[in-house]
């Protein structure tokens, strides 16, 4: 859901890693889009840590880190998500990283798996909503 302003940032989650991995051309066209535009192209630490496992079968997935803004978890973002997690009701620490990262950058979400986005933004009740975009 767009809320009139421009996200001219993007976070990617777990899902679109896997897609960019899986060599998805659609995921792939939208990172080439992103990066030649521009745009903030973001990658939240544990979303790495949730898809890579270092092996020569992650070569794509290797190619797609090049375009990203890889960013720390802080304490701050830890607790944040965690506070998320509690109010939304949710185990998933990563998808609350993602969702709190794309509030800070006013981001919007590439993701696989918008349900579990909507409720965590349903909870966190951000002033500008990201939107979903889904790969």
């Known amino acids: 859901m767009r ?13 679109a890693l896997i897609a960019a991995e899986s060599n998805d051309r659609r995921m792939w066209v939208r990172h080439r889009l992103a990066v030649g535009a521009g745009r903030h192209v973001i990658l939240p630490v544990p979303v790495l840590a949730q898809v890579w496992r270092g092996s020569a079968r992650q070569a794509s997935l290797a190619r797609l880190l090049f375009g990203c803004d890889i960013v720390d978890m802080t304490e701050a973002m830890g607790r944040e998500a965690g506070k998320l997690c509690g109010k939304a009701g949710s185990l ?7 969702v709190m990262t794309a ?4 981001a919007a979400i590439v993701t696989s798996d918008p ?3 909507h409720a965590l933004l349903d909870a966190a009740k951000p002033a500008v909503r990201p939107s979903l975009i889904a790969v």
């Not at 809320?3 to 899902?15: E, R």
């Open 3 to 15: 809320t009139g302003t421009v996200q001219s940032a993007i976070v990617y989650d777990a899902g």
């Open 92 to 98: 998933d620490v990563v998808d609350a990283t993602v």
């Open 103 to 106: 509030i800070q950058w006013n």
């Open 115 to 117: 349900d579990d986005l």
